[in-house]
């Protein structure tokens, strides 16, 4: 593949990040940096091109309206078949919570929809910006957001089913998946501003690499992490305590899918969320490509099969047919 190839494949995916970057902003997350640090250990990766299916919908809009801050949303609706609802998908990018941007969770949200599900994938503030638990403020009023309009707008002329919603994130959009999913009712994380009298609980969370606790005996978090969450460990023990989601998994956690790399770092808190997940007899499924670098999901060949397990695990929790 050669260079001016990869300047020209990735360029719109560079320009989306850009032309909103009116904010502090790390871009140094994106598919062709990926691919680039890959490549010579993965010879034969491939990066998946966003490309909208036949019968597939799109629209952006604003979900989110901080003084002049206008978070934004992409919407992809499967054509409509009549008396039907769609069960929906909040879609989290990674980059260690201060990078990365929607634009890495199109081609997933696209195939999710062409499957039959209203999928949203969503910008929210990242740690330059705002520390946490913005990015959870964010990422629940984009749920309320969904329910809120799923009537008003029907996504597009598409009734959304606000009693199946699931959250799935990537990394660090992993991470927060899991907090969002786990934190049902937690009053401090459910944020403020409109609609408060919609729910931002979710019935599915799919967690894609995204460590379940930051101060655990696997993690490896360090700077990063400490950047969003406001210190070190030492500093800021609270936040890393309640930004984790093996704080809150209890018998209300909703079912969970993991999909994980080889790397176990990214897999920090699971085998304990497990656990307690059994314990409750809570609906899991996990699955690991044991050769798969960090980012799979960005790159044949495992976006396919990241795909196929999300889709089979959403039908068989919303019981879709």
């Known amino acids: 593949m050669s260079k001016l190839y990869l300047f020209l494949f990735f360029l719109p995916l560079v320009s989306f990040a850009q032309q909103e970057a009116s904010f502090p902003r790390d871009t140094s997350y994106t598919v062709q940096s990926t691919y680039q640090k890959l490549i010579k250990d993965y010879p034969n990766i491939e990066a ?31 054509q409509q078949k009549a008396n039907k609802k769609y069960p929906g998908v909040l879609l989290i990018h990674g980059g260690g919570w201060r990078a990365g941007d929607r634009s890495l969770m199109l081609p997933l949200a696209q195939q999710l929809a062409a499957q039959g599900f209203v999928t949203v ?4 503030r990242l740690s330059l910006e705002a520390q946490y638990p913005a990015a959870v403020l964010d990422l ?63 019935q599915a969370i799919i967690d894609i690499d995204g460590i379940l606790a930051f101060h655990h005996p696997e993690s490896e978090e360090g700077n990063i992490a400490a950047q969003w969450l406001g210190g ?29 790399s080889a790397f176990p770092r990214f897999h920090a808190g699971k085998n304990d969320m497990i656990k307690i997940l059994e314990k409750h007899g809570i609906y899991y499924e996990t699955h690991v490509f044991q050769e798969a670098p ?28």
């Open 232 to 260: 070190t460990y030492e500093e800021a023990a609270a936040n890393w305590t309640e930004a984790s989601a093996l704080t809150h998994v209890d018998k209300n956690t909703p079912p969970v899918l993991f999909i994980g």
């Open 121 to 124: 994938a969503a910008e929210y």
């Open 140 to 202: 629940k009023q984009a749920i309320r957001w969904m329910r809120a309009h799923a009537v008003e707008f029907q996504l597009g002329g598409i009734p959304l089913d606000q009693d199946q919603i699931a959250v799935l994130g990537c990394s660090a959009g992993g991470q927060l998946a899991a907090l969002i999913g786990t934190t049902q009712g937690v009053d401090k994380l459910e944020g403020e501003g409109q609609y408060q009298q919609y729910s931002s609980d979710v």
């Open 294 to 321: 960090h980012s799979f999901w960005l790159f044949h060949p495992w976006f396919e099969p990241t795909l196929e397990y999300t889709v089979a695990y959403l039908r068989q929790v919303f019981s879709q047919q």
């Open 48 to 78: 998946v091109k966003p490309a909208l299916p036949a019968g597939v919908t799109h629209q952006s809009k604003i979900y989110r309206t901080l003084g002049e801050r206008k978070l934004q949303a992409d919407i992809f609706y499967p």
